[in-house]
């Protein structure tokens, strides 16, 4: 095997040009030895039992490690410049090697297409391999570990007394917690904002009268009874030319008091407004009458005028 | 300037140094970083050149095995990953030759597509098939067209376009002279171009 066989492998191969091809066949007996590679490479696809064989590359790999590829013994004028347009595309051609490729492109627009080619078909091959294979799942340490003899792929060297360490510091803090949970509770309770102190439970003794209370406002008679009330309540001072109200004031202007200390008008306010979602409040009316004005979620208010003298609380 | 991938940084050389250097002084667990950094990138690489998922995973964890059997042949001042690279495409060389005919069949099985009829159809069948399906359809034929070069020019062109090592980086990890990587990777290219015209046609 000498280097015409050499260069006609690769005419086998396809990779030569036409003109190369041509100029390969004029020399001796370049025909019956391309016949012969060509028998070759046949018997050699069929017990290697694959589809096709690189005769140049697989070979003269073989035979000759280390020697010079043969496609730079082919390479004519076209094909170094295909050769530059290649290396051009890969960045890897000199400054000097460069200007000139430039000054060449500016005139040879197939030449420009050609070099977009090689740089589509390399961009379009990265996406496809990228596409192929990016769902794929690859965790290979597993088996990796096992079948370098590692017992434990998960062990790490070292690892143990810091877990100790760790395993002690959750223990204490697991401690710490359990024990001082309520104290913390509280700290943290007490440090929150609260504007008013919630109320007192109603006791058995309350709740009896703020039992009185709701059966009183659930009555359907009640509007008709405190309008009633009201009208009693003005004529009397007309008679006693005592200073009459002269109407009843709005809810907006409405001045709020305190209920006597002997009546804990509050509380059963505040459990009423609670329990009927209403609104309760206070106007002076005199200095043993109190009048309230609850304002239901709808309807018209309501007026109550309690007469609070030292019976008591009557309506 | 490389544009691409290329090979790891220094600091991840010199993390992958530290790795080996801690496998070799008896602490195998440390194999673990270099097997998670470059599983995937090997993986990918072998997947370009056998075109079959299940033997691409089996050759990239073989060429792990193969790395840690021979660590103490690795020189500490080379970049693992080159010579990972090595082993895991010369293993997936071996492969092809073994195996070639049955790549062909499976992998046009896996570039046919449901057609909206809910039928199989082959890749090629799909003339009015939708944009995404037709850059399916284009990367399918260019894995193809890929699949139809020889191995050293397959491996070749998976190292400058996926990888997007340097000529010189390329001349290192194949063990060959620079304009061998140049007119190579020039005939690789216009086989590919050949291939996949062939494959549009």
Known sequence: MDLLDVLLMRVLDGEASDEERARLLELGDAEERLARLEALRAELKSSLEVDDIDLSDDIMAALSPGLAPVEDELVTEDLGLELRLSAMVDGELSGEERLAMGEHLASNPDDVDQMTAIADMGRQLREALRLDTKNDEVELWGAVAESIGIEDPEHVPGWEPAAEILREALAEEAALSAADEGKLTAAIMNALPRPEPLPEPVTEEESAVVGGWRQIFLSPALPALAALCIAVILLGRVFVNEEVVESIPEAEVAMAVEAPEDVDTATADDVYAMVHDAEVEELEMDDDVLVQVIQMDEGAPLFLMIDEGDEGATL | ?201
Request: aromatic share 8%.
């Open chain 2, 1 to 201: 300037m490389n544009p691409l991938k290329g090979k790891p940084n220094m600091d991840q050389q010199a993390q992958d140094r530290a790795l080996v250097e801690a496998v070799l002084a008896g602490d195998p667990s440390a194999y673990r970083g270099l097997v998670e950094r470059y599983q995937r990138r090997v993986y990918a690489l072998v997947c370009g050149m056998v075109r079959d998922k299940e033997d691409a995973r089996d050759i990239t964890q073989e060429a792990f095995v193969k790395a840690y059997n021979n660590l103490n042949r690795f020189r500490l001042e080379s970049s693992f990953y080159t010579w990972l690279y090595r082993i895991a495409m010369n293993l997936s060389i071996d492969h092809i030759r073994k195996f070639k005919k049955r790549r062909h069949s499976e992998f046009d099985e896996g570039i046919a597509s449901y057609g909206a009829d809910g039928e199989l159809h082959s890749g090629h069948d799909l003339g009015n098939a939708s944009r995404e399906l037709e850059r399916k359809q284009l990367h399918g034929k260019i894995l193809d067209a890929l699949d139809k070069l020889s191995p050293d020019h397959k491996q070749i062109i998976l190292l400058r376009e996926v990888e997007g090592f340097s000529y010189k980086e390329i001349a290192d990890a194949l063990e060959v002279a620079e304009g061998t990587v140049m007119s190579r990777l020039f005939y690789a290219r216009r086989k590919l171009q050949a291939a996949l015209k062939s494959e549009r046609d």
